[in-house]
Antibody
Framework: QVQLVQSGTEVKKPGASVKVSCKAS????????MHWVRQAPGQGVEWVGI????????NSAQKFQDRISMTRDTSTSTVYMEMRSLTSEDTAIYYC????????????????WGQGTLVIVSS | SSELTQDPTVSGALGQTVRITCQGD??????PSWYQQKPGQAPVLVIY???NRPSGIPDRFSGSTSGNTASLTITGAQAEDEADYYC???????????FGGGTKLTVL
């Protein structure tokens, strides 16, 4: 079935980096942009960034631009999100999600989502 | 950049119609999608591309847009519809996307 499976919980110290993976199956991975979304404890969801199907273009929310990298490995149908210089405010569940769009109607949607990866930043 | 504004909480009686709204100027240009999130779970797509439902989403869920306001309507809300709901759209400022702040739906 169509699914995204993410890597497990990470515990990091402030200032460290984290790399989260997301493995796709059940669909043509190379046809889709992939997004990252995060959710801090008790908060709403927040868009983090996007990577194109070939992996040679990425973009992210302004607040993450200087400390995030997104890559993808088409041989394993896996996308990665690395965030550097972590602070306690980066403690959150990080989700990957598959992009879909309809240019005729100017609509975008995300489906499916991964199960989420909890990243805890604590000294 | 743009913003999507949602009421933090909405409530409705069991079996009644509830409407969750999402406001933003960008909605005059782009159609939003809607997501349901239950505690401890990842968000799930419920409405996309104007008013389409993924397979498995009950037909009591529907979407509409008028001017700068999009609405997710649940006709005959059920107890299992209690959840947080988020709207999502492309931003006007470059190739970025955004979510509304979310609405917590309580079914009384």
């Amino acid at each position: 079935q169509v699914q995204l499976v993410q890597s497990g919980t990470e515990v990091k110290k402030p200032g460290a980096s984290v790399k989260v993976s997301c493995k796709a199956s059940g669909f043509t991975f190379t046809n889709h942009f992939m997004h990252w979304v995060r959710q801090a404890p008790g908060q709403g969801v927040e868009w983090v960034g996007i990577i194109n199907p070939s992996g040679d273009w990425t973009n992210s929310a302004q607040k993450f631009q200087d400390r995030i990298s997104m890559t993808r490995d088409t041989s394993t149908s896996t996308v990665y999100m690395e965030m550097r210089s972590l602070t306690s405010e980066d403690t959150a569940i990080y989700y990957c999600a598959t992009d879909h769009s309809n240019s005729d109607s100017s609509a975008w949607w995300l489906d499916p989502w991964g199960q989420g990866t909890l990243v805890i930043v604590s000294s | 950049s743009s913003e999507l504004t949602q009421d933090p909480t909405v409530s409705g009686a069991l079996g009644q119609t509830v409407r969750i709204t999402c406001q933003g100027d960008i909605l005059r240009k782009y159609y939003p999608s809607w997501y349901q999130q239950k505690p401890g779970q990842a968000p799930v797509l419920v409405i996309y591309d104007k008013n389409n439902r993924p397979s498995g989403i009950p037909d009591r869920f529907s979407g509409s847009t008028s001017g700068n306001t999009a609405s997710l309507t649940i006709t005959g809300a059920q107890a299992e519809d209690e959840a947080d709901y988020y709207c999502y759209s492309r931003d006007s400022n470059g190739d970025r996307w955004m979510f509304g702040g979310g609405t917590k739906l309580t079914v009384l």
